[in-house]
């Protein structure tokens, strides 16, 4: 089990986007994560008739390092550690560690 999944809202800790906040996009196996308008850059595209696609200058969405982002707690409203525990019924579930609340309810 991950510590951050598609759909967790995370805010960055790190790096010159430090203090936003946006949602998973994608986790992917080298410990990067996709975050929805965050770390932007300008691609410069050359057109490729073949696949019908144009030329230009393009925003996207580069990945960040996991370790530059915390899962956000919106009973905080900051960035919060995560822990993972075992409930009674057998299912282990990830946690806030500041205040011992279950994100995956």
Sequence with gaps: MR???????????????KGRRGTVQRVMADDRVLVDGVNMVRKHQKPNPMRGLPGGILDKEMPVHASNVMLYNPATGKGDRVGFKVLEDGRKVRYYKSNQEVVDA
């Design 3 to 17: 510590r951050l999944k598609k759909g967790d809202e995370v805010i960055i800790i790190a790096g010159k986007d």
